[in-house]
């Protein structure tokens, strides 16, 4: 018996899942990690509520587990799932996109600096900029990512970390990750390029794949899916930066939870369907209000017109369901079709099944202090769409009659 069990919790043990790793995605979303329960045979990872575990001599444990903090079966599903999708080896999962950030950001010293995209996540724009500035002493310098020749003398002997979004918010600028993995790697191969991919996720791009070192997810957009979850995850291929940030989750306490652990892996089984309709709905949404007369300018870098639509199109499956445009009449006209949408609410977060619509300098970018929301283009008259998986006649259908 105890052989037996000996050689189930070796197949749950944080190590990556290779019995799926020739296959699709859309079947390593449905199985990798997700080992069917010894006891009951059930199919799926159940939730293990359990703090701690049982040892039958005092310190051998039954299996692996001992304590939830330092780890869960269920949690650990998860990471082994994530890990197949990025094509990656190891993934830590946190109880919030922002952990994971925080957690990675340990891997470098006070006084280490960082080159950043500068038209970063609300959120990540505070973090860099109030703690991991002032409280961790690190120092940044922001760039835009879209010039990459004024991109090589930013670099110097100081610089331990490169950090990008894919394709930003809510600006979407597409970044060329090979080429920034290239320039970087050139200049000095051990600073680490990280890359936070929310936007794509791994069905339309895997960073891992193009020698990036870190790949950081908001779980709680595209990967859940659902918005009923906040989580986040940091995938690498590198065990020695495994541990680093493994132990960064454990010992700084940003341990996630059985429940939403289940909830998350629940949601990103239908990953690919999912992604797919909003790749279709993103496209057809941003075709129409390019169109419109009531609109300005559209942001999506599926379009033709757009200036990173080269790049995208060679790194990307899809373009995603994120498309910001800027209405004519600012403020106040933009205020009246928020309050019209009858399909799309008016929330904040993105990635999920619904439509959901917002108004970054109103809502998510209003921390960003005015004259950077200026530099980075986030105007009065700028909406930002979360296209979800609804019937594409009926988000457009909403759109047409909001704009009326
Ligand atoms: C939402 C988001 C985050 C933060 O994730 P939380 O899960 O809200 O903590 C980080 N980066 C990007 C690009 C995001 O969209």
Redesign the pocket.
């Known amino acids: 018996m105890r052989k037996q069990v000996q050689e189930y919790f070796e197949d749950y043990a944080p190590k990556y899942d290779e019995k799926y790793s020739k296959m699709g995605l859309a079947t390593k979303s449905i199985h990798s990690g997700q080992t069917p329960d010894l006891t009951f045979g059930a199919v799926n990872v159940p939730i293990y509520a359990s703090s701690t575990y049982v040892q039958p001599e005092a310190g051998t444990p039954l299996g692996k587990w001992v304590y939830t903090r330092l780890g869960n079966p269920t949690r650990n599903a998860l990471e082994r799932c994530i890990a197949a999708l990025e094509g990656g080896k190891y993934t830590v999962v946190f109880p919030?996109?922002?952990?994971?950030?925080t957690s990675t950001l340990q891997l470098l010293n006070p006084g280490d600096e960082i080159i950043s995209i500068n038209d970063?996540?609300g959120?990540?724009h505070t973090n860099f900029r109030e703690f991991a500035t002032h409280k961790n002493n690190l120092k940044f310098t922001f760039f835009d990512f879209k010039d990459l020749t004024k991109f090589k003398p930013l670099l110097n002997e100081k610089v331990k970390m490169v950090y990008v979004?894919s394709a930003?918010?809510p600006s979407l600028t597409v970044v060329d990750v090979p080429e920034v993995v290239k320039i970087t790697k050139e200049f000095n191969k051990d600073i680490l390029v990280v890359v936070?991919n929310?936007?794509l996720s791994p069905y339309n791009f895997r960073p891992l794949e193009y020698g990036v070192d870190i790949c950081?997810e908001?779980?709680?957009?595209y990967i859940n899916g659902h918005s009923d979850v906040?989580?986040?995850c940091a995938t690498v291929k590198d065990e020695n930066l495994y541990q680093k940030i493994n132990n960064a989750e454990i010992f700084l306490g940003s341990t996630s939870s059985a429940f939403d652990s289940y909830l998350c892996l629940r949601g990103i089984r239908t990953l690919s369907l999912r992604v797919e309709q909003h790749n279709q709905n993103g496209l057809a949404v941003a075709e129409f209000l390019e169109k419109h007369p009531k609109v300005e300018k559209v942001f999506y870098p599926g379009l033709e017109s757009s200036p990173f639509h080269e790049v995208a199109k060679k790194l990307y499956k899809g373009y995603g369901g994120v498309v910001t445009f800027v209405m004519k009449g600012g403020l106040e006209e933009c205020k009246k079709f928020l309050g019209k949408l009858k399909v799309f609410h008016c929330a904040v977060?993105?990635?999920s099944v619904e439509s959901l619509a917002e108004h970054p300098a109103l809502m998510t970018h209003s921390v960003v202090p005015p004259e950077i929301r200026k530099e980075l283009g986030i105007d009065d008259g700028l909406i930002r769409l979360s296209v979800g998986i609804e019937n594409k006649e009926d988000i457009l259908e909403d759109l047409k009659q909001a704009l009326e």
């Open positions: 919030s996109g922002m952990a994971a950030i970063l996540y959120g990540t979004e930003t918010n936070d929310t936007f950081i908001s779980c709680t957009k906040v989580m986040g977060s993105l990635g």
